[in-house]
């Protein structure tokens, strides 16, 4: 390091250093988040749909990336009550703390726009889901982002929301149920007599997911400190504890209410009820989870908890086929999650006198959210319809998006080698339909993807 | 940052964010390995019980963490020769370092009770697994842990184990020892004619998880040292070398062994032996990693290896059935790491000339934990059965937890589309069953896990 | 910390202190890029290879880790033109930043072991894959790295290559190269009518892989800068977004260049594609990315997805049989970007006015790659084939390494509860048979490789 700099100037470098290193390196892991959704939503959805989910996943990962260095960046950071105007094509970055505030709103942006992907598993069409993906990416969140992050009205305000509870998890759960009350039910899926072809195919995938997600959420929740330098390690150091909290309470909760219900039945424990608690918990805490003690975030993860099984009895009563959980989890609970910071943050908080004005901002900005996601993405999606790329066919859709615009299954094929040596599925399936029911056939071939 | 702090305060605070981080992260990174024990576990059980032992290793990870949160942390970090008594409930933790050292020993407690949960798989009961991890994770280790880093009797006599050769793995796999054999062999663990059917079902998996698990613990130990600040950094970067070392000659040693003696068979590679060779290098050297050579760590690896080797052999040999190989890996490698800082530390071991001293320290602390390990889980495991939460029943046992308890397995249902269109499981078992002959059936049923 | 120190001398060290940890901990997260190698090339390959090829990724981690303690090293960063002389067997290491850039540069050779391994896959000898192991990571891969980045002439000349664009992915490559073309192609490969057999097998080990390899990637380019302290926090942050960005534009090409060309067809979409073009634009901005502009990436992206492309057309024209394309992805992609530095380097490049100098010197390494790698690695190996250590024999290729040589196969066996209730593959296999059409068998057996 040059001689130049004194030693105040050294000093203040070093904490620039540490504070950029800290928002960029958990940026990095955050795009990690990215492997947990794939494997989420995979594991949710029937095997004929696993390649189409990842790949849908995979592309709004890579529009995210595109759309924030184009676009999105300047609209979250740039200055400007609406949005941002810096920035764009990454201009003006060359030594600033811009590289690393961009790998974690970027990495944010694309977790934001996976959580969208929930609603479209199964019937979308995925070069529908590409131009949603360009919106989301390009405008609907970043514009969010800004108001709350990037010096934007709401943030003026004194809009609380530290890893956007409200921001992210709220408002992107309703781009799904938009998303998946537009393109209509799945094919049988309230049909009780097919109730068991729904259940979750790969629950070691989802287990898989969330406890990867679970590690990344917690870089996610502390890294949206963005510093560490001076005494933010300390604000970091309790936003890492709280989310680990509020997780491990969200997934007990489920395990009891679980158990609870289903105590004399066969299906008295479920891996799946446990993530999806675990995520419920985490989500509730994302908003708050730098403000508030340590008891509170044990709360939070059980209110989530409760709220994400209550999300899911209405999503069952309305019959909204919401295929991977994604609003009774992101919306539900990034709902609860928003008003949070009015309620236990110890200097705002009602829960510590400080009255419900905190709280008022907290349900503004959660009806900002409301009106804005349903709106753009109501409009967006009814665009797609019109255009014809909202739903696959009932062909595509009954074949499955693997077998029908994949070139194969995510790892059906070849599994066993008495099956490859029998000469495929198709004879398998008809030595073995001597027996067929009836439960209805989804076709498959045995042309698959080519690799090149 | 305020201008109120002088360049020396600065320099102080900067330090300790640099030790603050370092220690935080390294506890964010352990918390991942909680995806590796269930994987690990998950791959080496018969697949019916894949679902159940994800289930249990989850729940002791959200266990651990409440139990940590309220009373864990406090024996372990507080003030007192026996059990420490501040912290309870994470009180005292403002502006403290408290949070990081939260994170660190929280991750690494649930680990901790992760590794007992390998004599659990196949047929405890959950509940009763439930009820062993809040001992586990209230009293058990906890004081354990407060001897050996906490401000104990053994740290004050001069026992060294960095990240827990003996105060971890041995005394955790002593749990699983005492838990494996009171709940008894698995039906026809010792029948040769099924000896096949406890062969590793998923050895995938099982790599997914040990080189994820390699990573994950290069941090657990060099994160150990809880500081990079000054010279620290030179210690945390041994630790790191010599556990990169110590895992990989332990994997090669496995690799040789198992060829050695299979040089003549179809078998003469095995994944798995590699992986657990690479798992029994990296639990021997964790007690010492931070103060040896790395030429011991080479030693120590390799040392490990035939550890695991020959208590595999004493395993199988007295018919003590540890489904993931959780004693010999954990127990036999811990036991003997345990005392290499009596050997191999260069400013205190036998090797570099400061007599046997050390090692006399080294080898009460072993037998402290063995004493305490197997009274406080033998105690504990008794009251479970006698509370009949101990074994589950053998009919559950034979048709696996996961279908007689979780509703389905961790993701055979539905795994080919052919067998799915064919009516299921059951019309498949029977239009194959026409070769039925003498291996027991174990039945599935259709209903799946309810998702809500 | 003791107060011998002044604050100049702690300030100094606390500079240290973050170079050597980001340099260390960016090293310990490239070692987890050897589960990604693991399942890359375990989707890629047919299910009777799975387990065989995760061994030999897993052996060759383990024995680049000791070469790279023994010699490696000490010929990479030593002092010497062609090969350093000092650090062998870790001495001289206390106290020095050689802990943590022993870390970095062991998993890098790690790394780039593993992708030579990708030419191995389905037809070599275990044993002979790791003698090539100990010769590439003694001697063929550490001079490389020498001459690069350890003081080696190449360094001297003004050669760029940040994190081994030409250095590691096209010099590997090649070496995979070589090793395909002399093992041959794989039994009926390029005959039509077997096709479909020789797509992946597992997708969404492919997907795992990558998603986690972005990651990972990230922290291999950016932490290759070995420092943040100072203004050199800039430098790593443009490296880790222009990695990002690459990746991402590397990823889409792919999508929409085979969706183009199969828009007619029932795979349009290919989630491999989009993997391998994610793959191809992290190898094209590899040796470049900290130099260079953020719509340069964007642009290297595409180049590398093109490549990529080009290179798979060429390799099926030939009739090369490389299974996991590892040469179009490392080779091309690395051929490609060890130009960049002399396009697009903003103090450097062509395109910046800087002339054709720095273009000239890249060239020369790249021919320097090309002639070492091919040379050395086709002596390595065809000293392996005198010896019989190349091919296994054709049956055992036939009926996979993991039947013939592991004692099972991944996670086939047992896979479905009906199976292994009906008695196993063989029966159901003869109860399928009657339908068995021309697609040849491959055998396997019940006998599993033991634990012990």
């Keep these: 390091m040059s001689t130049d700099f004194s030693v105040e100037d050294k000093l203040g ?53 595109i759309c924030w260095w184009l676009v999105g960046y300047g609209i979250c950071m740039g200055s400007g009550k609406f949005a941002g105007t810096d920035y764009y094509a990454g201009s003006n970055f060359a030594g600033t703390k811009n590289y690393s505030h961009w790998v974690l709103q970027t990495s944010v942006g694309a977790a934001a726009n996976s959580i969208v992907s929930g609603g479209a598993v199964e019937r979308m069409s995925i070069i529908g889901y590409c ?42 759960a309703l781009g799904a149920l938009v998303l998946t009350v537009m393109l209509g039910a799945r094919k049988n899926r309230w049909n009780e007599k097919y109730a068991n072809e729904f259940n979750p195919s790969n629950t070691t995938y989802i287990c898989l997911s969330t406890l990867s997600l679970y590690t990344c959420w917690i870089f996610f929740n502390a890294g949206s400190t963005t510093a560490l330098s001076g005494t933010m390690a300390y604000a970091a150091g309790r936003a890492t504890t709280n989310t680990i909290i509020a997780g491990a309470s969200g997934g007990l909760t489920l395990m009891v209410l679980h158990y609870y219900k289903n105590r004399n039945e066969k299906s008295k424990f479920s891996l799946v009820m446990i993530c999806n608690g675990n995520l419920a918990g985490l989500v509730a805490v994302t908003g708050s989870c730098d403000g508030i003690e340590l008891w509170a975030a044990f709360v939070i993860g059980i209110l989530g908890g409760l709220t994400y099984w209550g999300f899911g009895i209405l999503m069952h009563k309305f019959k909204v086929d919401d295929p991977v959980d994604a609003f009774p989890i ?35 900005g959660t009806v900002v959210w409301l009106g804005w996601s349903v709106v753009l993405h109501a409009v967006v999606i009814f665009v797609l319809k019109i255009l014809g790329l909202l739903n696959v066919t009932p062909e595509v859709e009954e074949k499955g998006l693997d077998y029908a615009q994949c070139g194969g ?14 000469g495929g599925y198709e004879n398998v399936k008809s030595a073995i339909n001597q027996k ?13 993807q080519q690799v090149l």
Tied chains: 1, 2, 3.
């Design 330 to 364: 992101h919306g539900g609970c990034g709902l609860i999650g928003a008003q949070f910071p009015g309620w236990f943050n110890t200097e705002k908080g009602i829960f510590y006198g400080h009255g419900a004005k905190q709280w008022g901002i907290q349900l503004l």
């Design 131 to 172: 131009f949603l993906s360009v919106a989301f990416s390009s405008f609907i969140y970043p514009i969010c982002a800004h108001w709350t992050w990037g010096g934007g009205w709401l943030q003026d305000l004194g809009y609380i929301d530290l890893a956007g509870s409200g921001t992210i998890h709220f408002m992107s």
């Design 409 to 422: 299954g995510g790892f059906d094929y070849q599994l066993l080698p008495p099956i490859l040596s029998a």
């Design 13 to 65: 470098l070093l904490e620039n250093t540490i504070d950029y290193f800290w928002t960029q390196f958990a940026g990095i892991v955050v795009l990690l988040m990215q492997l947990g959704f794939a494997f989420l939503e995979g594991g949710c959805v029937r095997y004929k749909n696993m390649q189409s989910i990842m790949i849908k996943v995979y592309l709004n990962t890579c529009i995210a990336v």
């Design 436 to 448: 067929q029911n009836n439960v209805p056939q989804f076709g498959q071939d045995n042309d698959q």
